[in-house]
């Protein structure tokens, strides 16, 4: 064979099987005994691959040669070609066997035509094998999803949206549950690396432990997408193959202040001059609880607003923590909390319902704000039981969070300072509740 193969970014589909198949330093490496033994399936499934995937450009990678990297960075037949020429690849398997042994000069001499026709029935056969091997396995590649606590009721909305935009797209996803344990989601993050995942999207339990997050996915080099909780941006900027996707928290606590200044009195049901409020925050070492509970109580003052804060209390997201800390702010504060502010709906819905039992009126002789715009939540806005709540589009997040994991798989790296991919939460209200139902 005297063509050169020096300048492999120069050859074309044909050249790559010839040089592949025939050279010793070649993909398969084994020449004439690409036929013989264990290495046949391994040469059809390769062949097949090289012929009906991308471009040879996308192979020249490798300095030994034309490379076929098999993950979902850059080959995806499409399923409707893999449908269609999964017969016709059986055929043209073995027609460019029949050719790259003529022209590498395989045998002095012209093998009989039985066993020639014998080699052709092996060769067809193994490639129907492998085109439907082709035609099972997932576009995509492997995902390892962790998610802090299942039975958030915004995560499970989120997971689930996760679930079904990556399944979508063909990638094989494992969702695991942290059980709002450090410890364990750092186990099931390298339990995922160990196993060979391409990509992490990671919703951390607790936002101080970044750093050991980013240290970990950057020495096995993982694209990472952390969602829902933001680290720093000196703690992104560690890692390149890193990005944030989420909403702004300090606009959905600004949001929530919006809804109170939208309300006649401005919060100022008793018209003594300030708001009295009560405040059931989140975790407080989570950001998101840090950033609602700041610039909800700012936007009031940047209007001007006096404000009195009677209580804040950690609810940790959840429902009849919520219950119980205004159950109790209103034994203890009566008449005096005009607005009760809660770092998520869950709390807000704990929160409705001690305000119900007290006989207390949302929107009359108190008001009630949220965030993410659960179901719950919008069904109780409508029926005029919560003042309003923060829209935290689970969906939206959920499809530029896969999107931004695609651009990692990419290729595609992100700059110190601009790690973070951010989207709009919206206010939802009694006038356009309907428009997100």
């Given at each position: 064979m005297q063509k050169s193969y020096k300048n492999k970014n120069n050859m074309n589909r044909f050249d790559i099987f010839l040089w592949a198949f025939c050279t010793k330093k070649g993909r398969f490496g084994f020449g004439e005994s690409a036929l013989n033994g264990e290495n046949f399936p391994l040469f059809v499934g390769?062949?097949?691959?090289?012929?009906?995937?991308?471009?040879p450009e996308y192979y020249n990678n490798c300095q030994q040669g034309p490379h076929l990297y098999?993950?979902?960075?850059?080959?995806?037949?499409?399923?409707?070609?893999?449908?269609?020429?999964?017969?016709?690849?059986?055929?043209?398997?073995?027609g460019c066997m029949a050719v790259s042994l003529a022209a590498?000069?395989?045998?002095?001499?012209?093998?009989?035509?039985?066993?020639?026709?014998?080699?052709?029935?092996?060769?067809?056969?193994?490639?129907?094998?492998?085109?439907?091997?082709?035609?099972?396995?997932?576009?995509?590649?492997?995902?390892?999803?962790?998610?802090?606590?299942?039975?958030?009721?915004?995560?499970?909305?989120?997971?689930?949206a996760l679930q079904e935009i990556l399944e979508g797209k063909g990638y094989e996803v494992t969702i695991v549950d942290g059980n709002n344990d450090q410890a364990k989601q750092n186990e099931q993050i390298n339990t995922f690396?160990?196993?060979?995942?391409?990509?992490?999207i990671i919703n951390p339990v607790m936002t101080s432990a970044a750093d050991q997050i980013i240290s970990t996915v950057k020495g096995?080099?993982?694209?990472?997408?952390?969602?829902?909780?933001?680290?720093?941006?000196?703690?992104?900027?560690?890692?390149?193959?890193l990005v944030y996707v989420g909403c702004d928290a300090a606009q959905s606590g600004t949001f929530q202040g919006e809804l109170i200044l939208d309300t006649e009195n401005k919060g100022d049901i008793n018209g003594d001059g300030k708001v009295s409020y009560i405040m059931i925050q989140g975790d407080p070492e989570n950001i998101d609880a840090q950033l609602r509970t700041e610039y909800s109580v700012k936007a009031l003052t940047d209007a001007?607003?006096?404000?009195?804060?009677?209580?804040?209390?950690?609810?940790?997201?959840?429902?009849n923590k919520g219950q119980e800390?205004?159950?109790?702010?209103?034994?203890?504060?009566?008449?005096?909390?005009?607005?009760?502010?809660?770092?998520?709906?869950?709390?807000?819905?704990?929160?409705l319902q001690a305000i119900q039992a007290a006989g207390r009126t949302v929107n009359k002789d108190i008001y009630l704000v949220g965030v993410d715009a659960l179901d719950?939540?919008?069904?109780?806005?409508?029926?005029?039981?919560?003042?309003?709540?923060?829209?935290?589009?689970?969906?939206?997040?959920?499809?530029?969070?896969?999107?931004?994991?695609?651009?990692?798989?990419g290729g595609k790296t992100f700059e110190a300072g601009s790690q973070s991919v951010y989207v709009d939460y919206v206010k939802v209200t009694p006038d356009n509740v309907k428009d997100f139902q």
């Open positions: 390769e062949i097949f691959t090289l012929f009906f995937c991308p471009a098999r993950g979902p960075k850059k080959i995806h037949c499409k399923k409707k070609e893999k449908l269609i020429m999964k017969k016709f690849a059986a055929l043209a398997v073995a590498c000069g395989a045998s002095a001499s012209a093998p009989a035509s039985s066993e020639a026709a014998s080699t052709e029935s092996a060769a067809t056969s193994a490639a129907e094998s492998a085109a439907e091997s082709v035609t099972e396995a997932t576009q995509g590649g492997k995902v390892g999803v962790c998610i802090y606590k299942f039975d958030d009721a915004f995560m499970t909305t989120y997971r689930n690396i160990t196993q060979g995942v391409d990509a992490l096995a080099d993982v694209p990472t997408v952390l969602i829902n909780r933001e680290p720093t941006a000196d703690q992104m900027s560690a890692y390149d193959k001007g607003v006096e404000v009195e804060q009677l209580d804040l209390q950690r609810g940790d997201w959840d429902r800390i205004c159950q109790n702010d209103l034994a203890k504060f009566g008449d005096q909390i005009e607005v009760v502010f809660c770092n998520n709906d869950d709390m807000a819905i704990g929160a719950a939540a919008k069904n109780e806005v409508a029926n005029g039981n919560m003042t309003g709540t923060v829209l935290n589009d689970a969906k939206g997040q959920a499809t530029q969070a896969v999107a931004s994991m695609e651009e990692l798989l």
